[in-house]
Structure formats: structure tokens, C-alpha cells
């Protein structure tokens, strides 16, 4: 066997083969855990246990979400065509009890006021939606204060009918000849260049 | 799994009990676990270099092992597919590990029964003389942080076939690498540690 030596001491390659898987297999020499099997099946049998409670909490969940869904899509199926169709009868969302306090709290854009100070005009507002639909000032004239009433407002009429003239066509026009004329290519003049470079420059 | 048994044999067993455990015989994994833990432990030893980590990694590999139990179909055996498992545990885990090193060339480690031992005191216990014995370990210690700082690849193919429980093809096959490519790298890691061992004035004879 080759000696195997410390620092600066001969060492055979085979001895040093030797060395490496040595050192390697006390690198490796542990044993596993005695209790590595125990530790697993009771792993296992944790996963099984929430599984199976998983699953059995899942049946019970369906058996209830299961008909509050169903319930909650027939209920939303009776009640959206109701709800469309009151959309559109719906008084102004202030209520239709005081027009003036309708007009106090009704949006900036749909109070008409007045400057005179009297007689008192009273805006009268009728709207299916929260935004300004029809405004109607009472007659300038002189109409009585009256707070309670609510004047209805006929619906507008749509504008009129546009009539709109039937379009000329446009006469012909007769555009001029575009021909192309021909072309006139002068005679060239060439003459022989100096032979030298020195000659060029100083012609 | 036994000294005795051989690869097919064992092979065998494995894929009965597997077919046991698909059936709904949970006790059979336990069979499977007792068959296999040693070659487990290792790879993942291989790999995250603690003890205490690679058995983390064994009880995680078996589990999942056994959640993933009824896609196997036995097209590789058993112990492939569950070294295959346990390796990617294990590199995970050396991903989060940073002690590695520390842990891997620690010069006294903890047996099984809890007792802090030497290798030089190992070692002085065998047939050799104290000189040889005491040469030997030095050698060997100065090894192991050579071993500990090669290259993964070849650290881990090194380990992998110094453990004895794997053949060429299963380290390969862990690996995802062919079985030449294992050769070359357990011949390369041997030859980087034979130079870095002459730099340090272990010269040929």
C-alpha cells in the first residue's frame, strides 16, 4: 500500500482513490430516523382523515349552497323585468310631495331660477330619471305661488320633418386634351478633355 | 430492502406492494416505506448534506410518493420513480439551505443514538496502525471540504455513487442525465480532488 502521508508526503493514486470514497462514505454514514415509517403513516393517514372531512364538509356545503343558488337565480329572474319596468315610471328621485324642494335639492343644471323678485316663480319638474328631463317655468305673467301642485308636463313634440333637396348631378365637363407633346433634345457638343491632369487644371 | 434481494427481485416486491396500495391497502406503503427509506435518506443526504434535513426530505418524498401513488405505472421501478421524487425534494431543499457547507464539513457529527463521534476515532479502531490510522483521517478530513466545495454536478454524482445504494442507470435516470455522463462526472470529481489534493502537497509517489 502507498504511504499516505501528511503535507509534502508521497501518496499513491490508488491510495488517494481509497481516500475519496472513504471520505464519501463516512460523508454518507447515517442511518435514516427508526421512526421515518411511523412519521409517514401518520402523515398518511392525516391526509386521509382531512380528506375524507373535506369531502364530507363539501356535501353538506353543496346541500346548501346548492338550493340558496337556485333560489337566488329565480328571485333575480322574477324581480329584474320589475325592476326595468318601474325604472321607467319612477317619479323624480326627490319624490313628487314639494316641487320647491324639489327644485332646492335638484341638481345645479336643472334649476331654472329667476331674478325678479316677484311674483314668486315656481319650477315645475318632472322627471323618469334623476337628470333634468322637462323644465317648466310657470308664466312669467303673474301665476299664483303654489307649493303643493305638480303641473304635468306634456311630452315634447319631436322636432319636424327635414326636407332635405334631392342632389344635383353635376353637368359633364369636357376636359382638355392631355396629350403629351414631344419632346425636343438639343444636339450635344463634346469635346476631348485635356490628356494630363496638370493640363486640366490649368486649362 | 435486503442485501440479498436482487434488483429485479426487489423490483418485483416493490411493484406488489404498489399494486397493493392502489387497491386501498394503505398498510402496504408502510412495507414500502421500510423497503426503501435507507436508499431515500441517502440520495437526499446526498444532496442537502444535514441529517436532519435529509429526513425532512425522506418523510416529504414518501408522502408524496404515496399521494402520487395511483398515477405510477410502473413503467420504471418503484425505487426510480421515488428516488426521482426524493431528489427533487432534496434539491429544493439545498436551494433554501444555506448551511450547507458548514453542516457538510463539520468535523464531529452526531450518531443515530445521539452521541458525538470522530472519525479519527472511528477510524483508530480498525486493523490499522495508529499512524496510518491518524494519516488516513487526516487525509480524509482535509477531503471533505474538497468534496463539499466541487461543483454540483460532480459533488452530487460523486456522493451519489460513493453511497453504494444507487446504480449508474438510477443516477442517472435521478439525474436526467445518461448513465456515460454519471461515469465521466464521478472520473471528473475524482480527477479536480486528485489535483487539489496534490496543490496541497500530497504528491504522487
Given at each position: 500500500m502507498s504511504k499516505v502521508g501528511g503535507r509534502g508526503s508521497g501518496i499513491g493514486d490508488r491510495a488517494l482513490d481509497a481516500a475519496i470514497d472513504a471520505a464519501v462514505r463516512e460523508m454518507l454514514d447515517m442511518e435514516p430516523a427508526a421512526d421515518l415509517r411511523g412519521r409517514v403513516m401518520d402523515r398518511i393517514d392525516g391526509l386521509s382523515a382531512n380528506s375524507a372531512a373535506g369531502s364530507a364538509f363539501e356535501r353538506k356545503l353543496w346541500w346548501i349552497a346548492g338550493p340558496v343558488a337556485v333560489a337566488a337565480t329565480i328571485v333575480l329572474a322574477v324581480l329584474v323585468p320589475w325592476r326595468g319596468a318601474t325604472t321607467i315610471e319612477r317619479p323624480p328621485s326627490t319624490g313628487g310631495g314639494d316641487t320647491r324642494l324639489a327644485v332646492e335639492s335638484a341638481p345645479r343644471p336643472s334649476i331654472v331660477t329667476h331674478e325678479?323678485?316677484?311674483p314668486i316663480h315656481v319650477v315645475t319638474i318632472r322627471s323618469s330619471?334623476?337628470?333634468?328631463?322637462s323644465i317648466r317655468a310657470a308664466d312669467a305673467a303673474g301665476e299664483d305661488v303654489n307649493f303643493t301642485s305638480v303641473e304635468a308636463v306634456q311630452a315634447l313634440a319631436g322636432p319636424e320633418a327635414i326636407a332635405v333637396q334631392r342632389l344635383t348631378e353635376p353637368s359633364p365637363r369636357s376636359l382638355p386634351s392631355i396629350e403629351p407633346a414631344p419632346l425636343e433634345i438639343r444636339a450635344l457638343q463634346i469635346s476631348a478633355l485635356p490628356e494630363t491632369p496638370r493640363e486640366r487644371r490649368e486649362e | 430492502m435486503t442485501g440479498t434481494e436482487t434488483s429485479d427481485a426487489a423490483s418485483a416486491v416493490d411493484l406488489a406492494l404498489v399494486r397493493r396500495v392502489q387497491a386501498g391497502?394503505?398498510?402496504a406503503f408502510g412495507e414500502l416505506v421500510e423497503r426503501n427509506r435507507r436508499a431515500v435518506f441517502r440520495a437526499a443526504l446526498a444532496a442537502v448534506g444535514s441529517a436532519t434535513d435529509a429526513d425532512d426530505v425522506a418523510q416529504e418524498a414518501f408522502v408524496t410518493a404515496f399521494q402520487k401513488?395511483?398515477?405510477?405505472?410502473?413503467?420504471?421501478?418503484f425505487k426510480t420513480w421515488l428516488l426521482a421524487i426524493t431528489w427533487r425534494k432534496a434539491i429544493d431543499r439545498r436551494k433554501s439551505v444555506t448551511r450547507w457547507m458548514q453542516r457538510m464539513v463539520a468535523p464531529a457529527h452526531t450518531s443515530e443514538t445521539g452521541e458525538e463521534w470522530n472519525p479519527v476515532d472511528r477510524l483508530a479502531a480498525?486493523?490499522?496502525s495508529q499512524e496510518d490510522d491518524l494519516m488516513t483521517a487526516d487525509l480524509q478530513r482535509r477531503l471533505k471540504p474538497l468534496i463539499a466545495s466541487l461543483p454540483k454536478k460532480l459533488r452530487d454524482a460523486l456522493l451519489l455513487a460513493g453511497?453504494?445504494?444507487?446504480t449508474y442507470d438510477e443516477i442517472g435516470k435521478l439525474l436526467q442525465v445518461p448513465t456515460g455522463t454519471v461515469k465521466w462526472r464521478v472520473s471528473e470529481a475524482r480527477k479536480v480532488l486528485k489535483l487539489k489534493m496534490t496543490s496541497m502537497g500530497y504528491t504522487d509517489v
Open positions: 325678479r323678485p316677484a330619471t334623476p337628470g333634468p328631463q | 391497502d394503505a398498510e401513488l395511483h398515477g405510477f405505472r410502473g413503467e420504471s421501478s480498525g486493523g490499522q453511497s453504494g445504494d444507487h
